[in-house]
Nanobody, 126 residues
Framework: EVQLVESGGGLVQPGGSLRLSCKISGLTLYEYHIGWFRQAPGKEREGASCIVPAHGPTYYEDSVKDRFNCSRDDATSTVHLQMNSLRPEDTAVYYC???????????????????WGQGTQVTVSS
């Protein structure tokens, strides 16, 4: 059984930092692209905020570039999302997802990936 379990969410003040983790089991992690998505209430589904591909450089969506850092540790089957300089508009439920496609597609939305987690809430507020 494939499982993706996010953790590390919480309440943080604007300008603060959070580190999310996604523990993955039941699949061979290095064969998958791993994306981090976020879903805010009332907003349409978007493509990934960042994608750590099976091979090649990490992709970042423009609004998080230079603030977020995504990384993967295949040895521990864990993917991390380091979020810095957080803004109120970063408030959302954050999900990690795994995609077995040969090439990653930054426009794919969460449920177009092969597997995804239940999400962790991040709230940026003073």
């Amino acid at each position: 059984e494939v499982q993706l379990v996010e953790s590390g969410g919480g309440l943080v003040q604007p300008g603060g930092s959070l580190r999310l983790s996604c523990k993955i089991s039941g699949l061979t992690l290095y064969e998958y692209h791993i994306g981090w998505f976020r879903q805010a209430p009332g907003k349409e589904r978007e493509g990934a905020s960042c994608i750590v591909p099976a091979h090649g450089p990490t992709y970042y969506e423009d609004s998080v570039k230079d603030r977020f850092n995504c990384s993967r540790d295949d040895a521990t089957s864990t993917v991390h999302l380091q979020m810095n300089s957080l803004r109120p508009e970063d408030t959302a439920v954050y999900y990690c997802a795994a995609d077995a496609s040969r090439y990653y597609n930054s426009r794919k939305t969460l449920y177009e990936y092969d597997f995804w987690g239940q999400g962790t809430q991040v709230t940026v507020s003073s």
